[in-house]
Structures are given as C-alpha cells and as structure tokens.
C-alpha cells in the first residue's frame, strides 16, 4: 500500500512529520514518522482529525456566491473568475490598487502557499497589513538581545537539569515537547512553571508559581535582584559576552522580592528560593511561551527574561538557553522577511503596507486615498481572530467586494461577497519549514482535490489570465513542483526528492544554538542594553516594567486570559465532530464565581464596554482571583468569539497583538 512522507503544515511548533497512507485516491492512514526526532511519537488528535477533515462532508466544495437576499448559493468557476476580475478592475479604476486589501492569516504554511503577493504585484498593488498576531514581540526582544531567533534542538531539553517553562502550556500547545520534559525529569532533572493558570503543563512540575497576568517582567528583575545581591551570577562569562550588565545590576536594585510581590502576588520567600536555584542549578533552559507576550509591555517583559540567562551564563551551552522561537528551518517564511514586522520604515513601491494586524478594524476604516473598498483574504480569520471582532466586522461590512478563500465558512467567510474552497494539505505540493525544531519538510500532492476545489495559486493564476495580467512571478497550475525546485536550488543537496524520503535538517542548522558564543548584536555581545530597542521601540534601553495597560483597576475588575487549548488550531478543527470538543466555557476561580452568585455550570455574560459574550461557566479552584479565562477560536457558530471582547492595540514592540490586556466583568446570566 503506497505510503508517503508528508507534515502537518498548520502554525503549531510541532510541525508534525507524518506518514500518509492512500488508497484509491484518498487518504486512509496517518501515522509516526520516524525521521523527525522531534515529533517520534506521531500526530496529536487534531493531526489525526485530517481523516474527517478532508473528507467533503467537512469542508466547502465550491465557490459561494451571495445573492441579494444575503443567501450563499453555489457559483460556477467560470463565474466567479469573471465576477472577481471584473469588481477588482472596476474598483482599480475608480480609487487606483491601493483600495484593495490584501490578508493573510497563518491558516496554513508553505513557500508556495506564501506566494500570492505576486498576484498583487501584477495588479499594481494593494494594500496589506504589517504586525502579526501571533509573536512579533518575543521575536523582537530575542533578536534585540541575542541577535537572533534559534534556539536549541528540540532533543536538548533532555539535558537540562532546570526547566522554566514560563508562559508555555507546552501539554497543550507543543505536545512533543513534553517527551523532552520527561526524559530531562528521569534524569533527575526539574520542572518549575510560571503562569497565571494550572495548565496541563504544570501537573508535572514541582512548583507552580503564579504571576498576576502582565507582571512577569517584575518577576525577573526581583530574580536578578536577587542572584547579584548573593553572587550567584556567572562572572566571567557576564565579563566576556555580556553588554550593559552593571547599569542592569543598578537598576535591579529596587526590585526587592517584597516589591515583586506587592506587584506580581508571588510570595517573596517563592522569588528567593527559585532565584537561588536559576543560580545553583545548572544547566538551565527557559522555555518562554507566546502567552505572556500579548500585553503591552510584553517586548520589555521578554528582555527582562533573557536577562536571567545571560547573567547566569546559560547561553550557548546543551541544556541551557532560551526557547523561543527557532527559526533555523524557516528559511523560506515571511517570517523573515521585514516587510511583515517593520513595514512603515520599509516602503515597498507598490504595495503599501499600512494597516496594523493588531489594530485591523480601525485601520480599516481610517484608511483614506484610497479608501479601502474590496478585500482578498486568505488563510486568516480576522473577525474571529484578530482584536476587536465588532471593529474588523464594521470594516468590513463597509467594504463593496469581499473575496475569502477557506475550507469553511468562518466568521470571515459568512461576511464574504464570494467564498471559494480552499484545497487540503494532501492536495497541492508545498515546502514548509518550523519554529521549534529545525527541519525542512514536504507536503506532497497526494490526492486529486475534490472537482470544484482548487489551490490558491492556481485561482490567481486564471484570475491574472482572465484580467489581462502579466503572469510573471505567479505559479501556472502543473508548473508547482518545478517552481518549488527552483527555490530549493540554492541549498545545495536539497531537492524535493530528498525530502519526499523525510524531513531534512535546515542547511547550516546548529544543535546547540549560539555554541560559538558569537551574538549577530550591534556590539557582539549578548545586550542588556540595547541603543536599538530604545530608537526603534522608545523604551528603556534596559529591560524594566510597566505594569499592562488595562491593569489598573478601572471600570471593570477582572483580566481575561484567552489562551490557545488542545483541540484546536485558533479556529481550526473545534467544529470537528471527532475531536468531541466540549465548546467555550468561562473559567473562573470560586471567590470570583461566589462574588457573584455564579455556580458550576451557570450561564454567565462576560462583559466590558466593547462587547458581550454569554458562557457556560466553570468553577477552576486553581485559578488566581481576579483572572478569568475563555480559550480562543470558537466563533459565531458557539456564541462568537472572544475578540468581542479585545481591544485593537500593538504590544510595546514589533507591532503584535496585546489581546490579554483586557479587562472584564462577569454576571450570571438573566
Ligand atoms: N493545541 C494547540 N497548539 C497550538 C496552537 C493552538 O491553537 N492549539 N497554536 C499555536 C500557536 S499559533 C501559538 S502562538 C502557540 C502558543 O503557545 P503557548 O505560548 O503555549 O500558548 P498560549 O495559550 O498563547 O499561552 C501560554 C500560556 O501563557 C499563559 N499566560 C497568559 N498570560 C500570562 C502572563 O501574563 N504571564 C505568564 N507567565 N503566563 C501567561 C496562559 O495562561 C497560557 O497557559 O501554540 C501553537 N500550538
Ligand atoms: N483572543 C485571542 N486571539 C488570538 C490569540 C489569542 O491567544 N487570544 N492568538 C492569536 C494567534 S497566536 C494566532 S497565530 C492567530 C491565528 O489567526 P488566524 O491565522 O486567522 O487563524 P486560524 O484559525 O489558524 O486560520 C485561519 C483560517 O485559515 C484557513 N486555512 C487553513 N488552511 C488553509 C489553506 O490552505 N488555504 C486557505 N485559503 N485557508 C486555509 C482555516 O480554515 C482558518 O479558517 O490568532 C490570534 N488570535
Ligand atoms: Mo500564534
């Protein structure tokens, strides 16, 4: 039976290899690939749910035109080429290319995938978004810091004798990693986490330590306080590699644990005790989660992280470092690419990169010359998932063409003027890298789409046909494989045929990240102090804290954390019979829920002045008072998202989305 190598292309770290079995043009099996040694143990549940995902009674099979009476009905290709051809012409004319928004969300990875900005390019522009919604400021203040984003092989961890895995629910949101956890944990090595929730991850620890959401910077600079105040720094290796460090010493110096606790609720005796092990203990990996840095001060935050680190000397060594972020295999992605981070210092001749992801909605309608007036979105969900759904759905609402390429019909999708079905990843060849482990992999085509379905690249390419568009630069349906070869052509020994065998390590990728002890910084060295985060973001050049924007106590008293959870990719899967996903609860601690005579299972409205949601509450005995928690994802389909609730506002840097920063109140629902 033919059984081929392929890779869950979705934006998850595991970036899974799998080994597909087909039978008579469909796809039977999904099984463990041994050739990744991040992901030996094989897809999770969600992976496994690509037997129904694929299949045509879960997804849209032909394009969705909506009539006057706001119905969707089926629309021929031929017609939706010509509908799209003629209102993004139409629209041209009138207000010039700009008046067309270009989106992409992170729905899927893949160089080929990444490719429509050609199109764009041959129509004379757009206008497209910069920031992101996922990570730009942890990015940012690793690159400021370390000079760079990559971090050890995933297999490394088994060698660390301390693990902090701080603002990472890795049970959930990077399953493999937990295999790492446990061998380290069987060699007698230890496991602390630090976040605001009980997660799954934390079961295994032998201590939780639970911040105020937001505080996490107070946290580690009451930590140095403490390793400088007993010595329990790595001198020479501060001497040799480090920059700013005696300034940094000074400014820690008022940041008692007694003041850390006042500010972050962790008891001072916790911060002595775990600061003592981050400076006994060694080696040390600190593995830093995306959760914490959705605040606005969460660029100042992640620095004053790495700082424990650097002071500690665990850089550069097995078993030690900073998980972040390892873009050693992304060599192809955007990711890279400063279009996507920096876009106002960087024009872009045609395209003008002008609307904040984080603020989507308001940037929308504020655009003028030209106002915008279509959209194309791809791979991306904005009004379920970017902030501020009631904004980004007006924005679009004002539109008068709106184009959404997806397998479903999403929050997105339902406010579409044409919907067209995007293909599965066992339908169209792609390459794609990861941020966590550090190989190149293959999606191949292994199965015919269904009739009605086609790739994106193929819908551009008869759309620039059909407008009369140069097609130089997009990819012609059948010419896919030849263009991804070229693209691999410039690392020598990778081809797509090697990686139809399995998974291949990035070229030049290192094991042990930054072993040479050489950081790509402006001083060379590892930089506490950072001129560049001070010209670029306007804040201190040394790491410090501020507390979060909505923190102060204001008209509503409690923060909501909407973090990511096991049976879904943001709003991917959830609908997915097989996955039997519960639904969206709120998650509240008892004295909250006694406050307001809320009991287990309570229809609640979760409120502020931006929105509503209305939930089935669920009592959390572990949960800090004053935090709530509903996971994000869920759309209309479960009462709507938790993006009702946020506010469209950037993180102090690289332009990400602060969605935590976000207060509300509760009350038992009428
Ligand atoms: N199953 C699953 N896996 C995924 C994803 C998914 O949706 N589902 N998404 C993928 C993507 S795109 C991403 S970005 C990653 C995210 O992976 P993670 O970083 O693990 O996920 P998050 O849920 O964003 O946040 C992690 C934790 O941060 C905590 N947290 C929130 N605020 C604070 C704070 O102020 N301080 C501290 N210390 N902790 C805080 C939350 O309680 C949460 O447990 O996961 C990837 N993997
Ligand atoms: N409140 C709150 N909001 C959040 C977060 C949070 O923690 N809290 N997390 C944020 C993070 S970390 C992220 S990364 C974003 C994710 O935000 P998005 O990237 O918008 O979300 P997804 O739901 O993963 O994917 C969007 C869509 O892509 C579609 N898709 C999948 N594959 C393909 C394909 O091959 N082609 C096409 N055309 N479409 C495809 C899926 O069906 C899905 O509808 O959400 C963010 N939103
Ligand atoms: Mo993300």
Redesign the pocket.
């Known amino acids: 039976m033919p059984v081929f190598t392929s890779a869950c292309p979705r ?1 998850c770290y595991s970036t899974c290899s799998l080994r597909v079995t087909v039978k008579k043009g469909r796809i039977t099996a999904l099984d463990a690939h041994p050739g990744n040694r991040a992901t030996p143990e094989g897809p999770c549940l969600k992976g496994l749910s690509y037997l129904e995902r694929v299949e045509p009674g879960s997804r849209l099979l032909t394009p969705l035109v909506r009539g006057k009476d706001g119905a969707f009905s089926p629309l021929a290709w031929d017609a939706a080429l010509d509908l799209m051809a003629s209102r993004f012409l139409d629209i041209r004319e009138r207000f010039g290319p700009r008046a067309v928004m270009h989106y992409a ?4 990875k893949g160089l080929l ?1 990444g490719n429509s900005m050609a199109f764009w390019r041959r129509f004379g522009g757009c206008t497209t978004t910069y920031g992101d ?2 990570w730009p400021a942890g990015l940012e203040a690793t690159r400021l810091t370390l000079g760079d984003n990559r971090h050890n092989a995933p297999w490394d961890l088994a060698n660390a004798a301390l693990i902090l895995m701080w603002g990472k629910n890795a049970a959930e949101t990077n399953v493999h990693q937990m295999r790492f956890v446990d061998q380290a944990l069987a060699a007698g090595g230890r496991l602390v986490v630090i976040d605001p929730r009980r997660t799954g991850t934390a079961e295994r620890a032998e201590l939780l330590v639970q911040p105020r959401p937001g505080t996490d910077a107070a946290l580690a600079l009451a930590l140095a306080h403490v390793l400088i105040r007993e010595g329990l720094v790595d001198r020479p290796f501060i001497d040799a590699h480090v920059l700013g460090f005696e300034d940094y010493a000074r400014a820690v110096e008022a940041w008692t644990p007694q003041r850390c606790e006042a500010v972050t609720g962790v008891p001072a005796r916790e911060v002595e005790a775990l600061a003592r092990d981050l400076g006994t203990v060694k080696p040390v990996t600190l593995c830093a989660g ?1 959760g914490m840095q ?1 605040y606005t001060n969460s660029g100042q935050t992640m620095r004053a992280l790495l700082a424990l680190l650097a002071i500690t000397g665990n850089l550069g060594r097995p078993g030690a470092g900073w998980v972040y972020a390892n873009l050693q295999s992304d060599v192809f992605s955007a990711v890279k690419d400063p279009l996507d981070f920096f876009p106002p210092e960087v024009p872009d001749g045609v395209v003008r990169v002008s609307l904040s992801t984080a603020r989507l909605g308001s940037d929308m309608a504020a655009q003028a010359d030209p106002p915008l007036r279509a959209a194309w979105v ?5 009004v379920g ?2 902030p501020d759904t009631a904004r980004v759905r007006e924005a679009f609402r004002a539109l008068e063409f709106r184009v959404v ?4 019909l ?1 929050d997105t999708a339902r406010e579409a003027d044409l919907v067209l079905p ?2 599965s990843l066992f339908e169209q060849t792609d390459v794609i890298g990861a941020y966590w482990h550090p190989y190149l992999q293959i999606r191949p085509k292994l199965v015919e789409p269904p009739e009605e379905v086609k790739p ?1 690249s193929e819908i551009l390419w008869h759309l620039a046909r059909r407008m009369g568009l140069d097609t130089a630069g997009l990819v012609a349906p059948g010419a896919e494989e030849a263009w991804l070869e070229a693209k691999l052509g410039r690392f020598p020994g990778l081809t797509l045929d090697a990686l139809r065998e399995g998974p291949v390590l990035a070229p030049g990728c290192e094991e042990v990240a930054f072993a040479d002890l050489a950081f790509p910084t402006p001083s060379g060295r590892i930089e506490l102090r950072s001129e560049e985060a001070a010209r670029r973001w306007k804040v201190d050049p040394l790491p410090g804290y501020s507390a979060p924007l909505e923190s102060s106590p204001g008209a509503y008293p409690l923060t909501l954390l ?3 959870h096991k049976n879904a ?4 899967f959830v609908t997915l019979s097989c996955l039997r996903d519960p639904g969206p609860r709120l998650h509240l601690g008892p004295g909250d829920a006694a406050a307001r005579g809320i009991r287990q299972g309570d229809r609640v409205r979760v409120f502020n002045g931006r929105g509503e949601l209305f939930l089935p509450a669920n009592l959390d005995l572990s949960l800090l008072p004053g935090v709530v928690v509903a996971h ?2 869920y759309g209309a389909e479960h009462g709507g998202s ?2 009702l609730l ?1 506010l469209g506002r950037e993180t102090d840097m690289a332009h990400g989305a602060a ?1 935590h920063d976000n207060l509300v109140d509760v009350e038992k629902a009428p």
């Open positions: 934006n969300g992170s729905g899927t995938n919604l996922c995306f959705r791809e791979r991306g969900n904005p998932q970017n390429v997806d397998e479903r999403t995007s293909k994106e909407t973090p990511n990719i943001h709003s991917q994000n994802g938790v993006n946020s969605f």
